[in-house]
């Protein structure tokens, strides 16, 4: 029976009026799916420009269906309701899908390693950040700041090509946790960031690509790379850096970055 001014039937009715639009439709997947995001890592991975994406998301936070923290300087946009899940999740099992999380496209080049700043970001790059923490070469982030110490075995930097004794910081920090765009957890940045890449370039195991970004592995770096950074096999997809759990506290004036 249609009842005006029925509450149940006016919140499905609302539901499904912000659900019918593919942006705010796949944003809300990725958010149940994957965790919080930045509005760049959101537009970047549903290929929309800010501005559109921002309206979108503005939409679903005035339905409670979105909310948002801010994290040092940038605002991490989760779901608003823990219920969102199972609705999701039988609208993806109608559609023919048994996931909630929406389809990636194919991996590229740039995926695989690309240029922040001036240093390595993309698979490459978080693998080498979790290879440094892990052989001790860097301490383990501790969520309270993006700069970063050194540990007491360097080998690692050596093993790439960097002395971090011969490294002059200046007004730079030495080392940073960046986090990344796309995986969501860090890559080297800082001074020593930047002469990882130098190195890399110097001995021929990445070059420039096309774009202004883009960074190719070469058949050298390939080999060499496969074998100095547990977890980084170029063109495999299968095989992905080991997860490094860096939480970075709400409002924290000097949290990580979120760039590459």
């Known amino acids: 029976m249609v009842e005006p001014g029925n509450a149940v039937q006016g919140a499905i009715i609302g539901l499904t009026r912000e659900l019918s639009d593919p942006v705010r439709l796949t944003a809300l997947q990725l958010l149940t799916a994957e965790g919080p995001h930045t509005m760049v890592q959101l537009a970047d991975a549903l290929g929309v420009t800010a501005p559109r994406l921002g309206n979108h998301l503005a939409r679903l936070r005035a339905a409670g269906l979105v909310t948002v923290e801010h994290a040092g300087r940038h605002a991490l946009y989760r779901v608003g309701r823990d219920d969102l899940l199972p609705v999701l999740t039988a609208l993806a099992r109608y559609g023919g899908n048994d996931s909630v999380t929406p389809p990636r496209p194919a991996e590229s080049t740039v995926d695989t390693a690309h240029t922040c700043y001036d240093h390595t970001a993309g698979r490459l790059g978080v693998a080498v950040f979790a290879m440094l923490v892990d052989r001790g070469a860097l301490r383990p982030p501790d969520g309270s700041a993006a700069g970063l110490t050194l540990g007491g075995d360097v080998s ?34 800082g001074v020593l960031g930047h002469e990882v890449l130098a190195a890399f370039l110097a001995d021929g195991l990445v070059r420039r690509g096309d774009g202004d970004r883009e960074l190719t592995v070469t058949p050298l770096g390939r080999r060499r790379l496969s074998a100095l950074v547990p977890g980084f096999r170029p063109g495999d997809q299968a095989v992905s850096p080991r997860p490094l759990t860096v939480s970075y506290p709400r409002a924290s004036p000097s949290g990580a970055k979120v760039n590459g």
């Open 156 to 189: 690692a930097f050596h093993d790439l090509g960097v002395d971090p004794a011969t490294v002059d910081p200046g007004r730079r920090r030495l080392a940073t946790a960046c986090l990344d765009r796309a995986h969501r957890i860090p890559h080297l940045g």
